[in-house]
């Protein structure tokens, strides 16, 4: 097996650990919220907290991974991951469980950007989105993992849950430290330039983030990851109130709800790639592709509020997560051409950003929710509603105006140099 398999066989596993991580609040929720005697305001606060500093050592993790090498990074984060899921065992009321949250958010931040980062290592362009997509399915094994997940809170309790999440990131750090002993981090693909400056000059760097390419991939990535986030903090609650579903049969929904993001993710990632392989047109193969997905994203979501059933309504939402799927492995390799020798840094900060929806989104849900009072399916629809219309609106803002292959105007004065 050639070593670059073996790589993201790893990620696709780590990746399965943070995702259970994020995702076990929301699947523990109504355990939780009655243990701690929380109410959908102070649950939003909770899915919020996640948030407060994934952004800014997205951006920080990211970079920092560009200099001691995005192999360690990892490791580092797995550690960091098990200390923090250990700590579960302390949570007996709303600060700690923020607390073990920030945490958590702050040590996964930098996961994807330097994830993609060493994938970047190892694939060319051409063979990205789809690489990409293979490690995000770890997502989706996680969500095949839900109802065994429902049946060990049911038995064992939500903390020694997340402490066997701990466990699984400290053996995953050990065997990726054996398996990759002695093997030094290089990039092996030829075609693009293996040499990353120490320093670069701010005038190099602020024109790109401030292009339409950037700007837009991360307005449309934003409320990519703001659906994201709904799902694993939101949707099972949702599935359990509005949709009336018993807790493991949620536990299936979800599964079967992360099949989709899956295919969708691979599927859009595959087509995208191969119109790259032949266009050579990023804004053809990347941009007019995951653009209309979103589109497509919104249009289902928007609709589990006027379906009546409960099928109808799972369905809706597999449509609506999958085509939000694409959208990950395409929007880093969009804006990681405009600066291939940093793709660290222009991941991690559009990553960062992005991730920014984190902080509002679960806030907003719950108070949204909150404010009908006992009418909770009232509460959800509205901002079912409101989601779906902030993506579609940023989905044709993104389709219509990113042009990632138009050159960016640089700055031709002298400017200052910065370490990044």
């Known amino acids: 097996m050639k070593l670059k398999w073996v790589v993201i066989a790893f990620l696709s596993v780590l990746y399965l650990i943070n995702f259970t991580d994020k995702a076990i609040i929301g699947y523990a929720a109504i355990p939780i919220m009655e243990d701690l005697d929380l109410n959908y305001g102070q649950w939003g606060i909770v899915g919020s907290s996640f948030f407060w500093f994934f952004s800014i050592m ?37 600060p700690m469980l923020v607390m073990c949250r920030v945490l958590l958010g702050a040590i996964e931040g930098p996961f994807h950007a330097t994830a ?25 094994i996680a969500k095949f993992m839900v109802p065994i997940l429902i049946y060990m809170i049911g038995i ?56 339409s390419t950037f700007i837009f991939t991360c307005l449309a990535l934003f409320m990519a990851y703001w659906i994201l986030t709904w799902s694993f903090i939101w949707m099972p609650t949702y599935l359990v109130k509005i949709v009336h579903l018993t807790q493991t049969q949620m536990g299936y929904a979800v599964m079967f709800i992360g099949l989709g993001s899956a295919i969708g993710g691979i599927l859009i990632s595959f087509i995208s790639d191969r119109l790259l392989k032949k266009t050579k047109n990023l804004r053809k193969s990347r941009v007019l592709v995951a653009g209309p997905s979103l589109i497509l994203a919104a249009v289902s979501f928007y609709s589990t509020t006027l379906i009546q059933n409960e099928f109808g309504a799972i369905i809706a939402l597999f449509l609506g997560m999958a085509f939000v799927n694409g959208m990950f492995p395409l929007a880093p390799q969009i804006v990681n051409h405009l600066l291939p020798e940093r793709r660290g840094l222009m991941s991690g900060v559009l990553l960062g950003l992005a991730n920014l929806s984190g902080i509002i989104g679960p806030a907003v849900t719950g108070f949204v929710v909150q404010s009908a009072g006992d009418n909770i399916k009232t509460g959800f629809n509205y901002s079912v509603i409101m989601t779906a219309t902030l993506l579609l609106i940023a989905s044709l803002i993104f389709t219509i105006f990113t042009k990632p292959d138009k050159p960016v105007k640089k700055i031709s004065s002298s400017s200052e140099v910065v370490n990044l």
């Open 58 to 94: 997205s951006i920080v993790g990211a970079a920092l991974s560009d200099r001691i090498g995005t192999g360690k990074m990892l490791v580092f984060m797995a550690i960091g991951l098990s200390i923090v899921q250990f700590g579960a065992l302390t949570i007996y009321g709303l």
């Open 156 to 211: 064992y309790g939500w903390r020694m849950v997340m402490v066997f999440l701990g466990v699984l990131s400290l053996v995953w750090a050990v065997l990726w430290l054996l398996t990759f002993k002695g093997k030094n981090e290089r990039n092996i693909v030829k075609s693009e330039s293996t040499i990353v400056s120490e320093k670069v000059k701010w005038s190099e760097i602020y024109p790109l983030f401030l292009s």
């Open 116 to 140: 993609i980062s060493h994938i970047s290592k190892h694939f060319v362009p051409e063979q990205r989105g789809l690489a990409i997509s293979i490690m995000n399915t770890g997502s989706m």
